[in-house]
């Protein structure tokens, strides 16, 4: 019989994330630009895709999802990026912190932590792993921290201890973000806040913070993937500072795929 296509392999899927993150809309432009016709972008949630390619991984079957670094996946699977020759996902980007207008002012130690918060791929990878291999989200964290004392020190180098102030965090459930936000809570009731982590889709925490029922969020993936959220906020939100640096988002396939570029996804 005739060699499958790898769009008949996978029937024409990308397996996606919510509907919400920067990382569809990239995709939608891609099967556009490179003119995947047939193609289709399946939404779903961070796990639903994780559970997707372990699914296909186990049987060597072939499978394209949204993928973005750091993520877990890439030390437990062998996986690679396809190329992007016409670059719609953007090269290197980072991963920042925003709060709301007026967070200096009302709560000035949190507005200090957050601009000073800054970590690795191989710090957040340590929490990420523990989560992926069944530990709770806030024990990670808490070992992490436990762990890293040092590096959280330059996060509230300066900062006083408050008495119980509130605050809310926003994000979205991504492997990256969930460790993020577990490690931040933990500093922050540490330093006497008392911390509530609300987790919503993309849309809705960008929102969140541009109407201030939320305080911050460290889950702003700039200046790419969260391009248009910034846009339509823009002046109801401030940039705290970033705290990662060399992430990126992508197409991403087992090596076992012999494809190396979306260009190979056209028949
Ligand atoms: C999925 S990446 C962590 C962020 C995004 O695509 O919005």
Redesign the pocket.
Known sequence: GTATSVGESVNYKITG?DP?????E?TEKAIEEYELTDWDLVSGS?AAMTAALKKAYDKENPIIV?G?TP?WKFAKYDLKYLEDPKGVYGGEEQ?RSIGRIGLAEDLPEAHQILSQFHWTEEDMGEVMMAIQEGEKEEVAAQNWIEANEEKVAEWTAGVEKVDGDKIKLAY?A?D??IASHNVMKIVLEDMGYDVTLTQVE?GPMWTAVADGSADATL?A?LPI??KTYAEKFEGKFEELGVNMEG?K?GLVVPTYMDIDSIEDLKE
């Open positions: 994330i919400g993150a920067g990382i569809m990239t961070g949204t973005w993520h991963i979205v991504w990256s973000e993309a889950a993936w993937t969260h992430v988002i």
